[in-house]
Nanobody, 121 residues
Framework: QVQLVESGGGLVQAGGSLRLSCAVS????????MGWFRQTPGKELQFVAD????????SYSDSVKGRFTISRDNAKDTLYLQMNNLKPEDTAVYYC??????????????WGQGTQVTVSS
């Protein structure tokens, strides 16, 4: 079993910054890909950013490109999302996602519990 635990959400004024963290723990695992998604009430889950664990290749949605930075600390098994120049439209619940293999099993998606980010105008 693998767990993804998020932290770092909160309330910030427009133009401010927040950093989200997602710590991975559990039995022996191999990460293929990790990323961040967000969701507002009544809307579909929206891709924010992700990183391929083996190649390090990074992708961002157009709406956050240039403002958000995804990064990882392999030693701490933690994924980060640095969010700068936040806008009210960034308000959402942010979810950490990982495509992870446990032991010799197939890669499956795991999700964090979500953390609320609220940006006031």
């Amino acid at each position: 079993q693998v767990q993804l635990v998020e932290s770092g959400g909160g309330l910030v004024q427009a133009g401010g910054s927040l950093r989200l963290s997602c710590a991975v723990s559990g039995r022996t695992w191999t990460t293929e890909n990790m990323g961040w998604f967000r969701q507002t009430p009544g809307k579909e889950l929206q891709f924010v950013a992700d990183v391929d664990w083996s190649s390090g290749s990074i992708s961002y949605s157009d709406s956050v490109k240039g403002r958000f930075t995804i990064s990882r600390d392999n030693a701490k098994d933690t994924l980060y999302l640095q969010m700068n120049n936040l806008k009210p439209e960034d308000t959402a619940v942010y979810y950490c996602n990982g495509r992870i293999r446990v032991g010799s099993g197939p890669a499956t998606p795991y999700w964090g519990q979500g953390t609320q980010v609220t940006v006031s105008s």
